[in-house]
């Protein structure tokens, strides 16, 4: 598979990169980010992927989060994704914010039209994971994953199911159950179909009930100020969810924080030591 070099810029004393593929997933020519850390020069790193929310591209991680200089410290890399396809065109892809470009849900879509490209879960679980494997100098049995609100909730779910590939999970005001908010319903409606039995797959609370989770705790800050808490994001959900199913669980809620990067590049040098330490 090939790859195109977007950017590269030196920080930190490691490389910021922006490269772009042909992806067999999706039908189109995807752009990801990968921060590789000073050590990896000298040999492979451990990698974590990051997902990140609804609206963003491969840019928003990379400008706005600060985990460059954490990651160049503990010598981990970093692999920043899109959140959709672009450039399908299909009809009505562009008219909202919270479905369709910019908006995959880190779903494998089975409705038409969208199953043809909106396949985000395949896309990083596997063709993503493995073009970074084979491609930089990184360790992929240490890799861990994490995200924000939507990516928090890809996080959540891929790496649930690929216990096998992502040993350690974290998340930033991640949506816990998307078949129970309005983000959730609209979207696993949309990509999936109407019915709801199809959805549990990728809900990241009725996943840890079904299959537990055996690695260290999940990591989940969440912002007190957040506007939406209440209406989409609801951690209580995965606090019973951990809690019924033994799954070690360190939610810190954070007051006075909102939902924007401003909460993530505050704590996100947490989440880095928290992966480094268990990768
Ligand atoms: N557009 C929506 C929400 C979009 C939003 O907050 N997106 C988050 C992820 S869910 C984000 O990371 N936005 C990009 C950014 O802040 O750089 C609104 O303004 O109500």
């Given amino acids: 598979m090939t790859m195109k070099t977007i950017s590269q810029?030196?920080?930190?004393?490691?490389t910021q990169?922006?490269?772009?593929?042909?992806?067999?997933?999706?039908?189109?020519?995807?752009?990801f980010g990968v921060y590789l850390p000073p050590a990896a020069g000298k040999?492979?790193?451990?990698?974590?992927?990051?997902?990140?929310?609804?609206t963003c591209t491969e840019e928003n991680f990379i400008v706005k989060a600060g985990a460059q200089r954490v990651a160049a410290e503990l010598g981990i890399a970093l692999v920043a994704p899109d959140t959709s396809p672009r450039g399908l065109d299909y009809p009505g892809d562009s008219d909202s914010y919270d479905f369709g470009?910019?908006?995959?849900?880190?779903?494998?879509?089975?409705?038409?039209?969208?199953?043809?490209?909106?396949?985000?879960?395949?896309?990083?679980?596997?063709?993503l994971f493995e073009l970074v494997a084979g491609g930089f100098s990184v360790e992929a049995s240490r890799a861990g994953i994490f995200g924000h609100s939507m990516g928090g909730h890809g996080a959540l779910t891929i790496g649930l199911k690929h216990p096998d590939r992502f040993k350690t999970i974290s998340a930033f005001a991640p949506i816990v159950s998307p078949t129970r908010c309005p983000w959730g319903e609209k979207a696993l409606a949309g990509y999936l179909g109407s019915d709801r039995n199809?959805?549990?797959?990728?809900?990241?609370?009725?996943?840890?009930?079904?299959?537990?989770?055996?690695?260290p705790e999940l990591l989940v800050d969440q912002g007190g100020d957040d506007?939406?808490?209440?209406?989409?994001?609801?951690?209580?959900?995965l606090v019973a969810a951990c809690a019924e199913a033994k799954v070690p669980l360190n939610l810190r809620m954070q007051p006075g924080?909102?939902?924007s990067y401003f909460f993530i590049s505050?704590?996100?040098e947490d989440h880095l030591r928290h992966h480094a330490a268990h990768l």
Avoid at 9 to 14: E, I
Avoid at 43 to 54: D, R
Wanted: charged share 15%; net charge neutral; glycine share 12%.
């Fill in 17 to 31: 990169g922006v490269y772009s593929h042909e992806s067999a997933e999706t039908g189109c020519t995807m752009r």
């Fill in 101 to 127: 470009v910019g908006a995959g849900f880190y779903v494998d879509a089975v409705k038409a039209p969208w199953s043809t490209g909106y396949r985000m879960y395949s896309y990083i679980a596997k063709e």
């Fill in 227 to 237: 506007q939406f808490l209440a209406s989409q994001l609801k951690p209580e959900l």
């Fill in 257 to 259: 924080y909102d939902h």
């Fill in 198 to 215: 199809t959805w549990a797959d990728y809900d990241a609370t009725l996943l840890i009930k079904r299959h537990g989770w055996s690695g």
């Fill in 9 to 14: 810029n030196k920080s930190f004393g490691g």
């Fill in 266 to 268: 505050s704590f996100i």
């Fill in 43 to 54: 040999g492979p790193v451990p990698v974590l992927f990051w997902l990140s929310g609804l």
